[in-house]
Every structure is written in structure tokens, then in C-alpha cells.
């Protein structure tokens, strides 16, 4: 890695980051694309997220990645907003345009459901249950909704945020989706997907799940945005009782795929990127 008068930055605005594997993967796109990109961390919640915004828009870079627990906050520092960004309400990209504004888009939909279709699942033919209505949660059950899924439960620890949600997905998209009261497990039985995106599972919670194992069905496949442990307890007691099981790897990957075509205009490099993930993993489970 070279840092000269041309480099542009991306970093990425979030706590906790210490699971993140974004850096390696998007630096070793970087490299294998010829661009003279760095991406870095910044760790910060929402009490000084339009401060550093503030900063970055007089500095040299690209743009910047957002995630939990800023990726509705940012929108009100941002200039404008991709039009399905703006229905979903939620961003986890920002693009520095020529002319200095700020762009918000989100890659999050656009990773989620191409790792869902990539594993055999057809939206239009499935129910799904989301834990969790912040950002990830938002983008992936407003790209569900966009692409017809015909009912989706939504539960959160924060009754309004879940309300938020239903309302802005059946307003925006359309009327398939339904607040479940937090900790209310009954209409788990009726979904056939069922998802966690309330970060329960990662960081300071590892060995927690969202959901009593004695819910799961064998028949249900069950997702988890977390990457990093590889395996959850939600997806552990899923894969004991029989389930299909996705972790967050695949997600990550396309978004982030995604944002380099958005922040360079060049293809981004994908299996390149899909190698170091693989690399990363394998070091993780080597130890």
C-alpha cells in the first residue's frame, strides 16, 4: 500500500468495529483493482457523527461506510439520497460527488438479497420474521418488500422502531408488513425465513441469541447479518434442529462490491475480495 498526494480515503463510522472484516476485504479490492483507495476505521457512535461528516467533506476522500448504530442517523447529515435509499431510511454508503455534496445510497438491500437468492431462496415464496429494525434490519426487509415478498413479521427491542419500520415498508413498498410485540415468539412458527439483524449474537452479547431455541422449526432457513463469530448461537441452535443456515459473509461481500462501484465507477473485483474473506475466516478457525 502506497499513500501519495492522489490517494482517496473511505473509512468506515461505527462502534462496535473490532468484528469488522470491511478493511481487508475492501484494501485487498483496492489492490487487486489498481485503485488508490485506503479504507480505515473510525469508531464513533451518534453523539459526534455530523462533527467528523463535517470533517471529512473537506478532506480527500472517496466517500465513507457507515454501520450500526449510524446508519439512520447519517441521513440527516447528507445532501442527498438515492431514491431507494430514501424509501428505506437507512444508509450505509456515501458518495463524495465532484461538486463536494454527500450522497447517501444503500448496498446493504442490494448484499442481502443477492446472498439470499444465491442460496436457493425465492422471495416471492417465502414468510419471513426479522429480529431487529435498525438499519441492517431496514435494509433487508425493505429489499424483501421491494422484491415481493408476500409477508414479513418485524420485532424489536424498541417497539418504535419496529412501528417506524412496518409503516415506512407498507407506505413505501408495500402492505405486507407486521409489527410483533418484543419477545413474542408466536409467529415464528409461521415464517419460513427467519432472520436476525438486531446484532444480538456479536460483540459484547456473543453466545446470545434473540430467539429460545425451542421456536425453531427444522423446516424454517434462518439468516444472521453477523459475520464475525461465524456461527451465532441464533444459527447454532437453528443448524442443530435441522435448518439451512446463512451468516452474514456473503451479505457483507456484495454490499461490499457495491460500494466500490459506487465510490470509483470501476467493476469492483469479486472474487478477489470473496478470497480474502475466505482467508480471514479460515484464520479465524485455525486459532
Given at each position: ?147 415481493g415478498a408476500p409477508k414479513i413479521y418485524i420485532t424489536d427491542l424498541f417497539p418504535d422502531s419496529a412501528r417506524s419500520l412496518v409503516e415506512d415498508i407498507n407506505q413505501n ?38 430467539l429460545p431455541p425451542e421456536f425453531i422449526r427444522k423446516d424454517q432457513f434462518y439468516f444472521d447479518a453477523c459475520y464475525n463469530p461465524a456461527r451465532t448461537r441464533f444459527l ?52
Amino acid at each position: 500500500m502506497t499513500i501519495d498526494i492522489h490517494t482517496r480515503f473511505i473509512t468506515l463510522l461505527g462502534d462496535p468495529l473490532a468484528q469488522s472484516f470491511a478493511a481487508r476485504m475492501q484494501n485487498r479490492g483496492y489492490e487487486a483493482a489498481g485503485l488508490n483507495l485506503v479504507y480505515f476505521y473510525t469508531v464513533t457512535g451518534q453523539e459526534h457523527l455530523g462533527d467528523i461528516i463535517k470533517g471529512l467533506r473537506y478532506m480527500p476522500f472517496a466517500g465513507f461506510a457507515v454501520t450500526k448504530p449510524n446508519k439512520v442517523k447519517v441521513l440527516e447529515y447528507l445532501d442527498d439520497l438515492d431514491p431507494l435509499c430514501r424509501k428505506m431510511g437507512s444508509s450505509n454508503t456515501v458518495v463524495k460527488l465532484p461538486d463536494g455534496r454527500l450522497k447517501g445510497y444503500n448496498t446493504d438491500g442490494i448484499g442481502f438479497y443477492t446472498a439470499l437468492t444465491e442460496a436457493g431462496i425465492d422471495v416471492t415464496k417465502e414468510t419471513f420474521f426479522c429480529f431487529g429494525s435498525g438499519g441492517a434490519g431496514r435494509a433487508m426487509c425493505s429489499v424483501l418488500a421491494y422484491h415481493g415478498a408476500p409477508k414479513i413479521y418485524i420485532t424489536d427491542l424498541f417497539p418504535d422502531s419496529a412501528r417506524s419500520l412496518v409503516e415506512d415498508i407498507n407506505q413505501n413498498f408495500a402492505p405486507v408488513a407486521e409489527t410483533v410485540p418484543y419477545q413474542d415468539f408466536s409467529r415464528v412458527k409461521d415464517a419460513t425465513v427467519v432472520m436476525n439483524a438486531s446484532g444480538v449474537g456479536m460483540g459484547n452479547t456473543i453466545g446470545e441469541t434473540p430467539l429460545p431455541p425451542e421456536f425453531i422449526r427444522k423446516d424454517q432457513f434462518y439468516f444472521d447479518a453477523c459475520y464475525n463469530p461465524a456461527r451465532t448461537r441464533f444459527l447454532q441452535n437453528a443448524e442443530q434442529a435441522g435448518c439451512r443456515v446463512l451468516n452474514g459473509l456473503t451479505m457483507s461481500l456484495y454490499q461490499g462490491t457495491a460500494q466500490i462501484e459506487l465510490w470509483t465507477g470501476h467493476k469492483a473485483p469479486v472474487e478477489a475480495m470473496r478470497q480474502e474473506l475466505l482467508q480471514i475466516m479460515a484464520g479465524k478457525e485455525a486459532k
